[in-house]
């Protein structure tokens, strides 16, 4: 009981946090704001003492990464607004430890906006092991008002008639210098969330769901933190691995290794030098027996490490072989189809109502675990309190 208080105690002061912000400065027009780009530890640590002399404490952050061009998923750069200046801060040019100023501001922060937060947060725990506590989603809150298109740029375009360009979204944020056109890009990423953020928590306001968008900002956060990943123990599990033998699967680890292996040496993403299933191709290959058919591109040393590694897979004894474990997602519930039915006819007939995505109360998993014969999970185990209020306030009655 004590954890429920608490947690409607927090959301209280999340609005009454973002009600006063909302009323505290002209968050209505875009102005033009002076734009720097810091790649020194003495530039984040003036722009960091300029935001605390003003007593800034809401802001807008973005981020960018590479893992489209090469190996792992690498921080590359920050982008950062407040209603004073914008700033591009480059990770890349400055240590770890120099960017803890910011970090701590972040923490500190009464708001930091986000749009579609949970790359972002996943990003900043990989590489800072925080999150920063009061993430605000301008998705989140779009949806919540009944968005159908909530991607940047669309609500860019129906908010202010800006049609941004795509052009850098897939660019390599490694390379430097940034080109212009991804310096605009990059701007644009942070430029319009805090007038954009105004708006949306004043119609989330006048239709009573203030508190819906709070609950859901706080559970994507806690989700990131909470959220185990891989291992990497068995990060070589890759989709399709529980239809495999014993056998194959020591194939599939050891090539995993393998490929793993050459492209950090290239810094190349995987999917650029052999994608997974070119990967289970050759897998099915040593599993009936045949060759492998090694693509050409694929250098003779690489190739060679490649039947090294079939040949250490082949002799491995089997008590260190891995485990064969059945895929959790190829679990079928059972359902009770007349219960699940009703429930979803419920759900669809409530969000309709307000005029928002079904998904956004209860997702069709959350919909058959909640109606599965013998269910184990309950209401209060997959949805928000907000979702639950929606869905079973009849039942509380």
Not at 341 to 357: C, E, V, Y
Request: aromatic share 8%; charged share 30%; glycine share 6%.
């Amino acid at each position: 009981m004590a954890i429920v208080k608490d947690g409607e105690a927090k959301m209280e002061r999340g609005e009454n946090s973002l009600l006063k912000w909302l009323g505290s400065a002209d968050l209505k027009t875009i102005p033009e704001l002076p734009e720097s780009y810091i790649d020194r530890p003495e530039q984040l640590v003036d722009l960091v003492n300029r935001l605390r002399e003003r007593g800034e404490t809401w802001c807008t952050v973005d981020t960018e990464a590479d893992s489209m061009h090469s190996y792992g998923n690498k921080l590359c750069l920050i982008q950062f607004a407040t209603t004073q200046e914008m700033a591009l801060i480059d990770p890349l040019a400055m240590e770890r430890k120099d960017l803890l100023p910011l970090m701590h501001y972040l923490d500190e922060a009464e708001g930091v906006w986000m749009h579609g937060a949970d790359y972002d947060m996943a990003l900043f725990l990989q590489t800072f092991g925080f999150v920063p506590k009061n993430i605000w989603d301008t998705q989140t809150a779009a949806r919540l008002t009944g968005a159908e298109k909530f991607g940047l740029g669309s609500l860019i375009e129906a908010e202010f008639g800006v049609v941004l360009s795509k052009q850098s979204q897939k660019a390599d944020w490694g390379r430097r210098p940034l080109s212009d056109k991804m310096v605009t890009y990059a701007y644009n990423d942070v430029r319009y969330l805090l007038t954009m953020g105004a708006r949306l928590i004043e119609r989330l306001k006048k239709a009573d769901r203030l508190a819906w968008f709070e609950e859901s900002c706080h559970s994507a956060r806690r989700d990131v933190l909470q959220r185990e990943g891989r291992s990497k123990e068995d990060a070589w599990r890759i989709n399709g691995w529980g239809k495999l033998s014993a056998q194959e699967l020591v194939y599939l680890r050891e090539l995993w290794k393998w490929r793993d292996e050459e492209c950090r040496l290239l810094d190349r993403p995987a999917f650029k030098f052999l994608g997974n299933a070119q990967l289970t191709q050759m897998v099915n290959q040593l599993g009936q027996g045949q060759s492998v058919d090694i693509p050409h591109y694929i250098r003779s040393g690489a190739a060679r490490r490649l039947q090294q590694a079939i040949d250490a897979a082949k002799v491995l004894d089997q008590s260190e072989w891995p485990e064969k474990r059945p895929e959790r997602s190829n679990k079928r519930l059972k359902l009770n189809e007349a219960a699940f039915q009703s429930l979803r006819d419920k759900r669809n007939g409530i969000a309709s109502s307000l005029g928002i995505d079904a998904t956004l109360m209860a997702s069709r998993s959350i919909l058959e675990r909640l109606t599965a014969d013998a269910a184990q999970d309950t209401a209060e185990d997959l949805l928000l309190k907000w979702q639950r209020d929606l869905l079973f306030a009849d039942a509380s009655e």
